[in-house]
């Protein structure tokens, strides 16, 4: 019975023992809570910087053990920062983000998590007041320009910088100061969507309504080159851009507008065209200089040989710039003294030539001119091909009357049918053919007509006739040679023989008696 009693008293021992250290642990636990205080996560404080480390800082805020800021929470990539690092001794605003008891107890800091909320929460109450936020430029990316939004880093998207329709180049923006609207704000993504663009609508429809009670087409107005394309130039007028299409820079054809002006150019230009539905103005730069036709006349007079570029070749003819704004046209038939089917037989588009003027029409802007007007093969013809001399031909063309014979590039020659063999035929195709190259003998040289009349057979039986000049009257000429000619005798003969003789349409019956009775 003792020992039981014993047993039990030394369990209550043991127990009474065990006791006191349970309330010890209960009294460190909140030994430690008041430690602590008023430090927790999330506890914005001031400190200072009393050891630098490479990984990062130890910082004094008046916990029991210093505070651990490391380097990658000092700052964040949606911070635009302009603070630099700190030195031993500095004063830094922290977060605490962490707290650890025990051996290893250690206070975590975090600076940007502390600077990221004052400067979204600036933010929120600046967006409550106002429609706008003020925003500034910071740098171009694909799609669109980042911008600092009260020290948060935000985006605008590309179609978000300009009015709808038109484009805007981001770096125009880099380093501006200007107004947006907020269209998406995410605190936990640390996400900023802002627009340019509804701002930009509304402001310049005001300034449109504004430009289109003063500006009327026909007036000059003066800006600067904007941008330049392919197909014009952007003219910045102030309140809007207008157009100066490529047609309208220069009265030179087919002018480059690089070639005409470059960006940033200032420019008188005249309105030519308003289209207020569209928000479009059509400019014209050349419309403010004179027009090279309102004096062409004066400049440009028949017979004159000017020097110019060819601009274009069509099945029709060339044309060819003799002065910026002022073309003329080479008729196919004025390109060569030679047949050809199309111009860039002759020519090539660029190509620089001497041409005479042919005609000038001032009213109607046009002017004629030609191209084998100077070098006339049929200058010295005359001399160069006598009478019976005998020359190599080549048969270009056969037509019905005759033959067409080139002697030489832009000097052609009939051989007439009744020239071409010493026998008579139907066709000249019977003995000749085109591309056939044959000897033939002059006959009749007119330089002033440009005419040559050659011969296939031998000169001693040639035939002697008047001189003709038509080639007309050398194909009836032809013709009259080439008829069957009937001789005199037998037409006569044949008018004999349809008469009765004279002295027997005088015989009368009395006569025809009384010589019959003489002869008995």
């Known amino acids: 019975m003792l020992g039981m009693v014993d047993e039990l008293r030394t369990e209550d021992g043991l127990e009474t023992q065990a006791a006191p250290e349970k309330e010890e642990t209960m009294?460190?636990?909140?030994?430690?809570?008041?430690?602590?205080?008023?430090?927790?996560?999330?506890?914005?404080?001031?400190?200072?910087?009393?050891?630098?480390?490479?990984?990062?800082?130890?910082?004094?805020?008046?916990?029991?053990?210093?505070?651990?800021?490391?380097?990658k929470e000092w700052t964040h990539k949606v911070l635009v920062e302009e603070t630099e690092e700190p030195q031993n001794g500095d004063k830094v605003r922290v977060q605490i983000t962490n707290i650890?008891?025990?051996?290893?107890?250690?206070?975590?800091?975090?600076?940007?998590?502390?600077?990221?909320?004052?400067?979204?929460?600036?933010?929120?109450?600046?967006?409550?007041?106002?429609?706008?936020?003020?925003?500034?430029?910071?740098?171009?990316?694909k799609g669109g320009l980042i911008v600092s939004c009260y020290g948060i880093e935000g985006f605008i998207p590309i179609s978000h910088l300009a009015e709808d329709g038109r484009t805007l180049n981001p770096a125009r923006l880099l380093e501006q100061d200007f107004q947006v609207k907020l269209i998406e704000k995410d605190r936990r993504k640390r996400r900023l969507v802002l627009s340019r663009r509804t701002l930009m609508e509304t402001e310049m429809a005001e300034i449109r309504q504004s430009f289109y009670d003063q500006v009327s087409e026909g007036d000059i107005l003066e800006g600067d080159v904007s941008s330049i394309t392919s197909f014009g130039v952007f003219v910045n007028l102030g309140a809007m851009e207008g157009l100066i299409?490529?047609?309208?820079?220069?009265?030179?054809?087919?002018?480059?507008?690089k070639d005409v002006v470059s960006k940033g150019d200032h420019v008188r230009v005249k309105v030519i065209g308003i289209d207020k539905e569209n928000n479009r103005i059509s400019l014209s730069l050349k419309q403010t200089?004179?027009?090279?036709?309102?004096?062409?006349?004066?400049?440009?007079?028949?017979?004159?040989?000017?020097?110019?570029?060819?601009?274009?070749?069509?099945?029709?003819?060339?044309?060819?710039?003799?002065?910026?704004?002022?073309?003329?046209?080479?008729?196919?038939?004025?390109?060569?003294?030679?047949?050809?089917?199309?111009?860039?037989?002759?020519l090539k588009k660029g190509q620089k030539i001497e041409v005479s003027i042919l005609e000038v029409d001032q009213e109607r802007k046009r002017i004629s001119l030609g191209y084998k007007q100077l070098s006339d093969p049929w200058k010295d013809v005359a001399e160069k091909y006598r009478k019976d001399m005998e020359v190599p031909v080549k048969v270009v063309r056969i037509a019905d009357f005759g033959a067409f014979v080139e002697l030489e590039d832009g000097i052609e020659?009939?051989?007439?049918?009744s020239q071409i063999s010493q026998q008579r035929i139907e066709n000249p195709?019977?003995?000749l053919s085109e591309?056939?190259?044959?000897?033939?003998?002059?006959?009749?040289?007119?330089?002033?007509?440009?005419?040559?009349?050659?011969?296939?057979?031998?000169?001693?039986?040639e035939p002697v006739r008047k001189p003709r000049t038509e080639e007309g009257q050398q194909h009836a000429e032809g013709q009259k040679e080439d008829r069957p000619r009937r001789r005199r005798s037998d037409v006569e003969k044949k008018k004999n023989d349809n008469q009765l003789p004279?002295?027997?349409?005088?015989?009368?019956?009395?006569?025809?008696?009384?010589?019959?009775?003489?002869k008995e």
């Open 27 to 71: 009294e460190e636990m909140m030994q430690q809570f008041d430690v602590m205080g008023d430090f927790h996560r999330g506890k914005i404080l001031e400190g200072t910087i009393v050891d630098t480390r490479e990984d990062g800082w130890l910082v004094d805020v008046g916990y029991k053990c210093e505070g651990f800021l490391p380097r």
């Open 100 to 141: 650890s008891q025990g051996e290893d107890a250690q206070l975590s800091l975090s600076r940007w998590r502390c600077e990221f909320d004052e400067r979204w929460n600036k933010l929120e109450e600046e967006a409550a007041k106002n429609e706008t936020v003020t925003v500034k430029g910071l740098r171009k990316v």
């Open 245 to 257: 299409h490529v047609s309208e820079l220069s009265w030179q054809r087919n002018a480059k507008a």
């Open 289 to 346: 200089q004179p027009d090279p036709w309102e004096t062409v006349a004066e400049r440009w007079k028949p017979g004159v040989v000017a020097e110019g570029t060819v601009s274009n070749l069509t099945e029709f003819g060339a044309f060819v710039e003799i002065e910026p704004g002022v073309e003329g046209l080479i008729h196919i038939g004025d390109l060569s003294w030679t047949r050809i089917k199309h111009p860039k037989e002759v």
């Open 413 to 417: 020659g009939l051989i007439h049918i």
């Open 429 to 431: 195709r019977e003995v």
């Open 435 to 461: 591309g056939q190259e044959v000897t033939a003998r002059v006959l009749d040289v007119n330089p002033s007509e440009r005419r040559m009349r050659l011969s296939l057979r031998p000169a001693h039986e």
């Open 502 to 518: 004279q002295e027997e349409t005088n015989v009368t019956i009395g006569e025809f008696l009384k010589q019959a009775e003489d």
